[in-house]
């Protein structure tokens, strides 16, 4: 036996024994798990779910084991994923720590900086907020007028940030900050980590289409943040926040046929309509079998992307590539369930209706698409600027 | 195998460029159409490719090839894409397929060395109308003593003009049958066809076309199934050329076209500048990578025998036909008047990847085949 079915066989084993019933469930955003110092859990099965594999390193796989991580080879963290797979076992912890954060720390962070945050990062201990956008810094992100102003010891920092996700429900922030007030744009601005519960932050949840709050504005208003807890070279936060934006892109473009689809367009279409229906309805059939080709498309990207990784050969432009198409598909494909159910569709708690209206957030969030299309104009296809 | 191209598939790729940009520059296929030769397709060119062995590297060692895999043949066919190359690259690939898959000893001995050096041509007939429909067989093979008697007519048999042999998918007794015929033999007639693509193709009629039992693919023991079987798997093959060679084409036509939008000045600046093209050409762009994603995977499957390879072959020809489809018309559009003009190469590319795309099958009727295989209906 190899050592990886060695490994396979010890993984299954372990999973077996330690996956309670209630996590072996298709996900949807309701059962998430998102930790935090409040962390509120559905069931305990969750809670026992996400301590076990954050003490095993398997919330982050593949980060070194002397941050938290479980150290495991890129094969090795395959094996985790296809065991976890094969018993429909959900994601331990859902985390912006995980996916974003995480990775601009390990390239970018102080080895305090490390130790401090990934270990607590991958036990899920505090709950990550990001704090890019504002309500003048969108599309133009650079823009960011929240300024910390230089006070020895720490920065002073004022000003406001919106489309924070769950930012009532976070511990602490990564924000853009401009702590460098006569510098130009793109070097003006800071990574600051900040503490939510500190004196002088608060939110306000904004409420969305679809009827729910998952975004806050958040507020800051005379807030202590030492020096310390800048990541990167102070004025160059942008350099972080473009690195972090590339993981965001990717895993934007990769939620929707990856994760969260527990059924496939095509196998909804059948439970709805029944295959005579679907026969009787040929040009929404013809749509659906599109969206299924493209969703197929997708995941074969997907796939491919990792190969490169894994081959040291990535593109710098897949994670906007994936975004792109990803996001554009999520919408479509929601557009066509909500033909499939018609005016049963309609109930606006519905699980269909629901994501429908969730969907369009998706191609605007994260860059918005056609800043993405200015990216691979720019700099895939060296398109001269306007 | 991942999804990255191996250093062997890499020096491929490379020695194809260097010898298609030396032999073969899209002038070459240019001066062919122009001359008026009817065989509309260059021996010489062809020859040099098979002798470097790019020809069918797909074909085992143990049949007498290089045994570089499905994955090289469509690094070929999307390189020979990029130029317009005039081969019968994919005729020779779908005859060599029916020949392994369904051919005797004897069959493969007298014609695979033939095929694979290049001084033999065979040609598919399978079609019968315009859109691809492998199913219909309305050319029927009834027992003629010993042999075989056909009747029928295939029409846009690809190198049909030029084959020196024939495979023609008759329907037999009890299902298909493919037979060998000679295109020189009493009652086969061949018309050949003009097509915008300017490649090699013929109708042809079969009136009381008499066979021995020899021409059976298969021989005595050729069996319906096998032949629906190697109908099948070949048939594939060539869907997953295709669309290898349709993303050649298409990316070709596309970075044409990014030079284009580089050097071609309006209102005093590049038209490059412009986001409303900047924004389509990225779009174009991203299409491409996904449909590169997806003719890699395909032709993997063929090399795995992955149990998807039929599904992925209709995906990968689905998801180029309609890529090409869109780059072609943006590029046309993207170059302005000079688009329409024959002087430009961008009309050649325009042009061949419709016919490309058509061939065994479009978006549309692979679309169909695959919501057939999820729905069954």
Same mark, same amino acid.
């Given at each position: 036996?190899?050592?990886?079915?060695?490994?396979?066989?010890?993984?299954?084993?372990? @999973?077996?024994?330690?996956?309670?019933?209630?996590?072996?469930?298709?996900?949807?955003?309701?059962? /998430?798990?998102?930790?935090?110092?409040?962390?509120?859990?559905?069931?305990?099965?969750?809670?026992?779910?996400?301590?076990?594999?954050?003490?095993?390193?398997?919330?982050?796989?593949?980060?070194?084991?002397?941050?938290?991580?479980?150290?495991?080879?890129?094969?090795?963290?395959?094996?985790?994923?296809?065991?976890?797979?094969?018993?429909?076992?959900?994601?331990?912890?859902?985390?912006?720590?995980?996916?974003?954060?995480?990775?601009? *720390?390990?390239?970018?962070?102080?080895?305090?900086?490390?130790?401090?945050?990934?270990?607590?990062?991958?036990?899920?201990?505090?709950?990550?907020?990001?704090?890019?956008?504002?309500?003048?810094? !969108?599309?133009?992100?650079?823009?960011?007028?929240? #300024?910390?102003?230089?006070?020895?010891?720490?920065?002073?920092?004022?000003?406001?940030?919106?489309?924070?996700?769950?930012?009532? #429900?976070?511990?602490?922030?990564?924000?853009?900050?401009?702590?460098?007030?006569?510098?130009?744009?793109?070097?003006?601005?800071?990574?600051?980590?900040?503490?939510?519960?500190?004196?002088?932050?608060?939110?306000?949840?904004?409420?969305?289409?679809?009827?729910?709050?998952?975004?806050?504005?958040?507020?800051?208003?005379?807030?202590?943040?030492?020096?310390?807890?800048?990541?990167?070279?102070?004025?160059?936060?942008?350099?972080?926040?473009?690195?972090? *934006?590339?993981?965001?892109?990717?895993?934007?473009?990769?939620?929707?046929?990856?994760? *969260?689809?527990?059924?496939? *367009?095509?196998?909804?279409?059948?439970?709805?309509?029944?295959?005579?229906?679907?026969?009787?309805?040929?040009?929404?059939?013809?749509?659906?079998?599109?969206?299924?080709?493209? /969703?197929?498309?997708?995941?074969?990207?997907?796939?491919?992307?990792?190969?490169?990784?894994? /081959?040291?050969?990535?593109?710098?432009?897949?994670?906007?590539?994936?975004?792109?198409?990803?996001?554009?598909?999520?919408?479509?494909?929601?557009?066509?369930?909500?033909?499939?159910?018609?005016?049963?569709?309609?109930?606006?708690? !519905?699980?269909?209706?629901?994501?429908?209206?969730?969907?369009? /957030?998706?191609?605007?969030?994260?860059?918005?698409?056609?800043?993405?299309?200015?990216?691979?104009?720019?700099?895939? @296809?060296?398109?001269?600027?306007? | 195998?991942?999804?990255? &191209?191996?250093?062997?598939?890499?020096?491929?790729?490379?020695?194809?460029?260097?010898?298609?940009?030396?032999?073969?520059?899209?002038?070459?296929?240019?001066?062919?159409?122009?001359?008026?030769?009817?065989?509309?397709?260059?021996?010489?060119?062809?020859?040099?490719?098979?002798?470097?062995?790019?020809?069918?590297?797909?074909?085992?060692?143990?049949?007498? $090839?290089?045994?570089?895999?499905?994955?090289? %043949?469509? &690094?070929?066919?999307?390189?020979?894409?990029?130029?317009?190359?005039?081969?019968?690259?994919?005729?020779?690939?779908?005859?060599?397929?029916?020949?392994?898959?369904?051919?005797?000893? $004897?069959?493969?001995?007298?014609?695979?060395?033939?095929?694979?050096? $290049?001084?033999?041509?065979?040609?598919?007939?399978?079609?019968?109308?315009?859109?691809?429909?492998?199913?219909?067989?309305?050319?029927?093979?009834?027992?003629?003593?010993?042999?075989?008697?056909?009747?029928?007519?295939?029409?846009? =048999?690809?190198?049909?003009?030029?084959?020196?042999?024939?495979?023609?998918?008759?329907?037999?007794?009890?299902?298909?049958?493919? &037979?060998?015929?000679?295109?020189?033999?009493?009652?086969? +007639?061949?018309?050949?066809?003009?097509?915008?693509?300017?490649?090699?193709? %013929?109708?042809?009629?079969?009136?009381?076309?008499?066979?021995?039992?020899?021409?059976?693919?298969?021989?005595?023991?050729?069996?319906?199934?096998?032949?629906?079987?190697?109908? %099948?798997?070949?048939?594939?093959?060539?869907? =997953?050329?295709?669309?290898?060679?349709?993303?050649?084409?298409?990316?070709?036509?596309?970075?044409?076209?990014?030079?284009?939008?580089?050097?071609?000045?309006?209102?005093?600046?590049?038209?490059?500048?412009?986001?409303?093209?900047?924004?389509?050409? +990225?779009?174009?762009? =991203?299409?491409?990578?996904?449909?590169?994603?997806?003719?890699?995977?395909?032709?993997?499957?063929?090399?795995?025998?992955?149990?998807?390879?039929?599904?992925?072959?209709?995906?990968?020809? %689905? =998801?180029?036909?309609?890529?090409?489809?869109?780059?072609?018309?943006?590029?046309?559009?993207?170059?302005? $008047?000079?688009?329409?003009?024959?002087?430009?190469?961008?009309?050649?590319?325009?042009?061949?990847?419709?016919?490309?795309?058509?061939?065994?099958?479009?978006?549309?009727?692979?679309?169909?085949?695959?919501?057939?295989?999820?729905?069954?209906?």
């Amino acid at each position: 036996m190899s050592d990886l079915d060695a490994f396979r066989a010890e993984v299954r084993a372990w @999973l077996e024994e330690n996956a309670p019933p209630f996590i072996r469930q298709p996900e949807s955003i309701e059962t /998430a798990i998102w930790g935090g110092r409040k962390p509120s859990f559905i069931h305990d099965d969750q809670r026992l779910w996400m301590e076990r594999m954050g003490a095993k390193g398997w919330t982050v796989p593949e980060w070194p084991r002397e941050y938290g991580g479980g150290g495991l080879s890129r094969d090795e963290a395959k094996i985790l994923a296809q065991e976890m797979r094969r018993i429909g076992a959900r994601r331990p912890l859902d985390s912006l720590g995980i996916w974003m954060l995480g990775p601009a *720390l390990l390239k970018y962070g102080t080895e305090e900086q490390k130790r401090e945050h990934l270990p607590r990062i991958a036990r899920g201990e505090i709950r990550w907020a990001q704090g890019y956008s504002e309500p003048g810094a !969108g599309s133009d992100l650079a823009s960011v007028a929240t #300024k910390g102003e230089d006070k020895g010891d720490h920065f002073l920092v004022n000003g406001s940030k919106i489309w924070t996700s769950y930012g009532d #429900k976070c511990d602490m922030i990564f924000a853009l900050v401009r702590t460098e007030p006569d510098a130009p744009k793109h070097l003006g601005i800071s990574f600051l980590l900040i503490d939510m519960a500190d004196p002088g932050v608060s939110t306000r949840p904004i409420k969305l289409i679809a009827g729910d709050s998952p975004f806050t504005q958040t507020f800051f208003d005379n807030v202590k943040v030492p020096k310390g807890n800048v990541v990167g070279e102070r004025g160059r936060g942008w350099d972080v926040c473009k690195y972090l *934006l590339s993981h965001e892109r990717e895993m934007i473009g990769s939620l929707p046929t990856t994760q *969260l689809s527990a059924e496939t *367009l095509a196998q909804h279409a059948v439970r709805v309509l029944g295959a005579d229906g679907i026969a009787r309805a040929g040009a929404l059939r013809s749509d659906i079998m599109q969206h299924e080709i493209d /969703a197929w498309t997708l995941a074969i990207a997907i796939e491919r992307a990792g190969d490169q990784a894994k /081959a040291k050969a990535s593109s710098p432009f897949t994670g906007s590539v994936l975004k792109l198409f990803g996001t554009e598909l999520m919408k479509r494909r929601t557009e066509l369930a909500m033909s499939i159910e018609g005016s049963a569709g309609f109930d606006p708690q !519905g699980h269909e209706a629901q994501e429908w209206l969730h969907a369009p /957030a998706n191609t605007i969030a994260g860059g918005s698409n056609e800043i993405q299309l200015n990216i691979l104009a720019k700099r895939a @296809l060296g398109l001269p600027g306007a | 195998m991942p999804l990255v &191209l191996t250093e062997d598939e890499q020096m491929l790729v490379e020695s194809l460029r260097s010898l298609l940009s030396r032999s073969a520059p899209v002038a070459a296929f240019r001066a062919l159409r122009d001359s008026g030769d009817p065989k509309r397709y260059s021996p010489a060119l062809w020859a040099e490719l098979a002798e470097a062995g790019f020809a069918a590297p797909q074909v085992p060692e143990a049949e007498g $090839g290089i045994g570089m895999g499905y994955a090289a %043949a469509g &690094l070929a066919a999307e390189e020979m894409g990029r130029v317009l190359a005039a081969t019968p690259f994919l005729s020779t690939a779908l005859a060599i397929e029916l020949l392994i898959a369904a051919g005797d000893a $004897g069959q493969k001995a007298a014609l695979l060395p033939g095929l694979l050096d $290049g001084s033999r041509l065979f040609a598919l007939a399978i079609e019968e109308g315009g859109r691809h429909d492998p199913d219909t067989r309305a050319t029927r093979a009834t027992r003629d003593g010993a042999g075989w008697r056909i009747e029928g007519t295939k029409r846009f =048999v690809l190198d049909g003009g030029v084959a020196d042999g024939l495979i023609v998918a008759t329907q037999g007794e009890d299902g298909p049958m493919l &037979l060998l015929v000679d295109p020189g033999a009493p009652g086969v +007639a061949v018309t050949p066809r003009a097509s915008i693509d300017s490649r090699n193709a %013929a109708d042809i009629a079969f009136e009381g076309v008499s066979v021995g039992a020899d021409a059976v693919l298969g021989g005595a023991n050729g069996s319906a199934d096998d032949a629906a079987a190697a109908i %099948a798997r070949a048939l594939d093959v060539g869907r =997953v050329l295709l669309a290898a060679e349709l993303l050649g084409i298409a990316q070709e036509a596309f970075d044409r076209t990014v030079a284009y939008l580089k050097e071609r000045e309006q209102f005093g600046v590049k038209i490059g500048t412009f986001q409303a093209l900047q924004h389509r050409a +990225a779009r174009q762009y =991203v299409a491409l990578d996904l449909a590169r994603s997806v003719v890699l995977k395909a032709l993997r499957a063929l090399d795995e025998g992955d149990k998807a390879r039929s599904a992925l072959a209709s995906l990968a020809k %689905a =998801v180029t036909t309609r890529t090409a489809r869109e780059a072609m018309n943006e590029a046309v559009q993207m170059h302005g $008047g000079v688009g329409v003009t024959d002087e430009f190469d961008i009309g050649l590319f325009f042009k061949r990847a419709r016919v490309a795309g058509e061939t065994l099958g479009d978006d549309y009727f692979h679309r169909e085949r695959l919501a057939k295989m999820v729905w069954g209906i």
